[in-house]
């Protein structure tokens, strides 16, 4: 059993907590350790490594003398240096003043540029290859779907089908079906397909072909609900089948895509199968900003809800290859998508309702640890590949800030002067508490 799926049932603020201190903290601690391992390896001296900020709960001292703690606010950590005034950096200038010159070299201000520069880009770095480990890691487990299409699990649906476990899928209504992960022929073969409650499958059982009939390919079931949406809200479930909206049947999630977007928010009246039995629930779809193959966005009304085919496709264990480049590329379109959406929110194309704060973000870790350990685990990636590229922004205070007056450096030959950088940083803190202002703002009233 999957324990995480228990968490609707708990459910509660207490829930939604401890998952986003679970996912924030396994992603600082491997961004502060990027930090100190590779401060390390350069000859920077770690004194201490914190998770968490504030009073401290537990620590040690490992045999290099760094003191590895547990503070008592879970939102954060930090590596403090040799010479650093505080766990934020600055100069410890007293400190500073009564090193030789081998301990300046072990310090953060007095290693060579390169390995200042080393050590600060490591965070990020090693945020993205979180990312991508733990990418590959849920694609080598959940596998990818065999070719040719072939049956591994039928989805409990309200009407009779005739297919089974083990079919081999050749044909829907006389066309085979193309390449399951060629994405553009896979939506044009759906689309060519007739509109009607019932089709006509040609598959492969025990040696023979046979033709046997079955629901719409694609019908209108809840696979997935959305975090934050209106379907969570209003109670879909995973395996809910969509039969009416205001009175009206549906049989295809194509008919829902269509109420759904042309309500213009109106509240939509669902007919629901679930476990056998109708019910009902009322929802207003919610303006959503999605991205579009250009880059640009396109706004859509949503209910959250993610549909699927009438059966779970049979899958098989890719290679580490395959498995790890879509690991790869999927922290690229992470990455591409969120600098697009953050430079439309700033030319004012999109609303900033799609930035989201702690309060989204911790709901977001409770809604997906309770829909299974690998989405939960999918959704740490992509929140630590949103760390890691966060951190990279040219902001004083973030590592990106760093690595511009790094930059700077190299460049002039010269750091910049103290009451500069105080100044700056100063700015960086301004600008991080007002982003964060903005997205507590978007969770409470967009």
């Not at 009779?160 to 829907?172: K, M, N, P, R, Y």
């Not at 190299?410 to 100063?426: D, F, N, Y």
Request: net charge negative.
């Amino acid at each position: 059993m999957d324990l995480t799926t228990l968490i609707p049932q708990f459910g509660g603020l207490l829930w939604t907590l401890l998952f986003f201190v679970v996912a924030l903290s396994i992603i600082v601690a491997i961004h502060e350790y990027g930090h100190y391992i590779v401060g390390k390896k350069t000859g920077i001296y770690p004194e201490v490594f914190s998770l968490g900020f504030g009073p401290v709960l537990w620590s040690r001292y490992d045999n290099f003398g760094t003191k590895w703690q547990i503070a008592a606010i879970p939102f954060g950590g930090f590596v403090k240096f040799r010479g650093d005034a505080n766990a934020s950096g600055g100069v410890d200038g007293e400190a500073m003043q009564a090193l030789d010159d081998t301990a300046l070299r072990s310090t953060m201000h007095g290693a060579p540029l390169w390995a200042r520069t080393a050590t600060v880009a490591a965070g990020p770095v090693f945020n993205f290859i979180l990312s991508i480990v733990l990418f590959t890691g849920v694609l080598l487990v959940r596998g990818v779907v065999t070719e040719p299409l072939t049956v591994g699990e039928l989805r409990t649906m309200p009407t009779v089908q005739e297919l089974q476990i083990g079919d081999v899928v050749t044909a829907i209504e006389g066309a085979a079906p193309p390449a399951f992960d060629d994405a553009d022929a896979y939506t044009a073969f759906m689309k060519a397909l007739p509109q009607k409650p019932e089709l006509e499958y040609t598959v492969l059982r025990r040696g023979s072909e046979q033709v046997v009939s079955g629901p719409y390919v694609y019908p209108p079931i809840v696979t997935q609900v959305a975090p934050r949406s209106a379907a969570r809200d209003a109670g879909l479930q995973q395996g809910d089948v969509i039969t009416a909206i205001d009175g009206e049947p549906v049989f295809a999630f194509d008919q829902l895509k269509q109420k759904v977007e042309s309500s213009d928010g109106a509240t939509l009246a669902l007919t629901i199968w679930r476990d056998g039995k109708d019910v009902t629930a009322d929802l207003t779809p919610r303006r959503v900003d999605e991205p579009q193959a250009d880059n640009s966005f396109k706004t859509f009304f949503r209910i959250g809800v993610i549909g699927g085919i009438l059966f779970e496709p049979a899958t098989q264990t890719p290679g580490f290859g395959e498995a790890f480049m879509a690991g790869v590329n999927q922290v690229g379109r992470i990455i591409s998508g969120s600098l697009s959406g953050m430079w439309h929110m700033v030319t004012g194309a999109i609303s900033t309702c799609n930035l989201s704060g702690p309060i989204g973000i911790a709901e977001t870790s409770g809604d997906m640890a309770s829909q299974g350990t690998a989405n939960f685990i999918w959704f740490i990636a992509v929140l630590s590949t949103a760390v890691g590229l966060i951190n990279l922004f040219p902001i004083p205070v973030l590592d990106g800030g760093h690595l511009v007056f790094y930059a700077y450096e190299a460049v002039t030959g010269r750091q910049p002067s103290e009451r500069v950088l105080h100044l700056l940083m100063k700015v960086g803190v301004a600008v991080v508490l007002g982003v964060m202002i903005l997205g507590v703002t978007s969770d409470l009233f967009c």
